[in-house]
C-alpha cells in the first residue's frame, strides 16, 4: 500500500472540515469518478457543466476514501460515514494544496507562455525524474483547480515539483503562482494567444509575468530573450523577489543560447551554449519551438541545481503526446502514409510550428503534405487577418493540399492559391470524409485548430479507416 498522501489530522489542520468516522488516510486526489483510483480523496467541484456532487455516491463504490462535500449538498449523502464536510470544495482543494506547498522540501518550478507550456512542463519533469522524485501537473492542469489539485496530489517525498500555469485574462495568475510559490518561474514565449480578451500583446506580457510575483526570496526568473516582449517580462523579474534572471533563445546575448538546431523528420539536434560552455543534444522530437523550449528546460535545471549534462541527455526520450506532435504510420493501400496529430489546440505561433514539422517531413516521389486546418479562436477583431496570414507559412514549406474547417479558414482560403485548397467546411466533421478518401501511400498529413473545432474527429477517423498503429518514427523519403 502506498503512503498516505494525507491523514485524517492532516485534514482537519488544513481545513477544518468536519471528517466521517469511516476516513482515515487517503493516497491521491481525484476530481473525476472515471480516473479515480481506489484510495482517493474525491474534491466534489462544482464546475460549469457538471456538479461534482452528483458524482459522490460513484465516488465511493469505486473505492474513494472519503467524498470532500459542500455543507449546503452534505444531507443528500447522509448515511456515508466516508464524508468531509466543507464550506466550499474548491476552497478546501486551495487549503490542501497550500498545505502541501508548505510541508514540502521540493525545489518548484513553474511554467508559463502563450505557446509550449505543457511540452515544457513535461520535458522538466521527465529531465528531473531522472535526478530525484518528480511531480508534475497532469495533462494541461493549469488552471484555478488544476493548478490546487496538482498542489493537493504532492507526495511529502517529491524533490522536484513542476507546475504549468495558464490564463485566459489578466490576474488569473497571480493567486496561482502565489499558491505554487516556485523557486524558478519560466515565461516560454509571448504570442497572441488569447487576444481577444487583452487590449494589446503588451496585455498578454504583463498578466505572464504576474508568475514571478510568486517567486520564494532569491528565486530565478527564466526568460525567452528572443521575444519581442522580453524587455517587459523583465521589467516584471526585476520588480519580484527574484534574486536572478537567466535568458534563453538564439538571441547572441542569451546566457543559455541555441547556436545551431538541426531539425530532422523524428528529432531535433541542438548545438548550445550554457553560460559559455558548448552542449550538444538530441530531443526526440521534430520541431524548432520544441529546440527552442528545451533551453528554457536547461535554464530552470541549472537554477534548480540538477545536472545539466543528464538533463540534455533525458531529452533524447522525449515523445510528443496525443494531440501534440503525436505521429502515427496509417496503413493506406499497400504503402504507409504519416499523420502527425496536433489536433489539442492551435494559435497563429503553434499553427506556423507544425506548419514548419509538416514542411520537414521527406517524402518519397508522388507523395504530398497535406494540412487539415481548423480555426484558432480567441484572436477578436485580429482573427481574419491572423488566418489569412498563415497563407505564407503554408506556402513556405510546401504544403501540396489544404483541408479547412471553420469560418475564420475562409480567411485563409481567400489567400490561397485554389489549387491548393482541396476542401473547406464549417466543421471537422464535415471534413472527415473528404480528408479519409484523399490520403495515399507517402502522404504527410498534420492535423490542428483550436480544441472547440473538435479537430480529433479527423484524427480519430484516419486512425479508424486504416488500422494505424503509434510510432515514434516518421515517415523517412
Given amino acids: 500500500m502506498n503512503s498516505p498522501l494525507w491523514t485524517r489530522d492532516e485534514i482537519a489542520a488544513a481545513t477544518g472540515a468536519r471528517i466521517g468516522s469511516g476516513f482515515t488516510q487517503a493516497t491521491g486526489a481525484s476530481i473525476d469518478t472515471r480516473t479515480l483510483e481506489p484510495g482517493d480523496l474525491y474534491f466534489a467541484i462544482k464546475g460549469d457543466v457538471h456538479d461534482g456532487h452528483d458524482f459522490v455516491s460513484a465516488a465511493l463504490e469505486k473505492g474513494a476514501s472519503a467524498a470532500i462535500v459542500s455543507e449546503e449538498k452534505a444531507p443528500e449523502f447522509a448515511g456515508s460515514d466516508r464524508l468531509i464536510v466543507v464550506p466550499d470544495v474548491l476552497e478546501a482543494m486551495r487549503q490542501l494544496g497550500r498545505a502541501a506547498r508548505a510541508r514540502t522540501k521540493a525545489r518548484i518550478v513553474a511554467v508559463t507562455g502563450s505557446v509550449g507550456k505543457t511540452g515544457t512542463k513535461e520535458a522538466m519533469r521527465l529531465a528531473l525524474s531522472r535526478q530525484g522524485a518528480a511531480h508534475a501537473s497532469v495533462a494541461s492542469y493549469n488552471n484555478h483547480w488544476g493548478v490546487p489539485l496538482t498542489l493537493a496530489r504532492m507526495p511529502r517525498e517529491t524533490e522536484f515539483g513542476v507546475f504549468e500555469i495558464g490564463m485566459n485574462h489578466a490576474h488569473e495568475i497571480l493567486p496561482l503562482t502565489g499558491m505554487v510559490r516556485p523557486h524558478v518561474a519560466v515565461i516560454t514565449t509571448v504570442e497572441p494567444v488569447h487576444i481577444e480578451f487583452f487590449p494589446s500583446l503588451w496585455g498578454i506580457a504583463d498578466a ?27 521589467a516584471h523579474a526585476l520588480a519580484s523577489a527574484a534574486g536572478r534572471v537567466i535568458t534563453f533563445g538564439e538571441h547572441e546575448a542569451a546566457d543559455i543560447r541555441a547556436n545551431r538546431i538541426i531539425v530532422k ?19 526526440g522530437t521534430a520541431g524548432r519551438h520544441h529546440a527552442l523550449n528545451s533551453l528554457s528546460v536547461l535554464a530552470a535545471s541549472h537554477a534548480l541545481g540538477a545536472d545539466i549534462a543528464l538533463v540534455a541527455l533525458s531529452f533524447a526520450e522525449l515523445k510528443p503526446p496525443v494531440g501534440r506532435g503525436e505521429r502515427t504510420m496509417l496503413s493506406v493501400g499497400e504503402g504507409e502514409a504519416l499523420l502527425i496529430d496536433e489536433s489539442y489546440n492551435a494559435n497563429p505561433a503553434s499553427m506556423r510550428a507544425a506548419l514548419a514539422n509538416l514542411g520537414a517531413v521527406e517524402l ?59 476542401a473547406h467546411t464549417q466543421t471537422s466533421a464535415d471534413l472527415v470524409d473528404a480528408v479519409c478518401a484523399a490520403v495515399r501511400p507517402g502522404d504527410a498529413v498534420t492535423v490542428k485548430g483550436s480544441l472547440s473545432m473538435k479537430m480529433a474527429l479527423v484524427v480519430k477517423a484516419l486512425k479508424e479507416r486504416y488500422g494505424a498503429s503509434a510510432t515514434a518514427h516518421a515517415l523517412k523519403g
Fill in 265 to 283: 523528420p523524428d528529432h531535433s539536434v541542438v548545438d548550445a551554449t550554457i553560460f559559455g560552455q558548448p552542449l550538444t543534444y538530441r530531443i
Fill in 208 to 234: 505572464k509575468g504576474e508568475i514571478f510575483s510568486g517567486l520564494e526570496p532569491g528565486g530565478t526568473a527564466v526568460i525567452n530573450r528572443d521575444n519581442a516582449y522580453f524587455e517587459r517580462m523583465r
Fill in 364 to 422: 518519397g516521389r508522388g507523395a504530398r503534405r497535406i494540412a487539415v486546418l481548423g480555426d484558432m479562436k480567441e484572436l477578436g477583431e485580429t482573427g481574419p487577418r491572423l488566418h489569412a496570414e498563415l497563407a505564407e507559412a503554408v506556402q513556405a514549406n510546401g504544403i501540396d493540399q489544404v483541408f479547412a474547417a471553420g469560418a475564420l479558414m475562409q480567411n485563409l482560403v481567400d489567400a490561397l492559391p485554389k489549387a491548393m485548397v482541396a
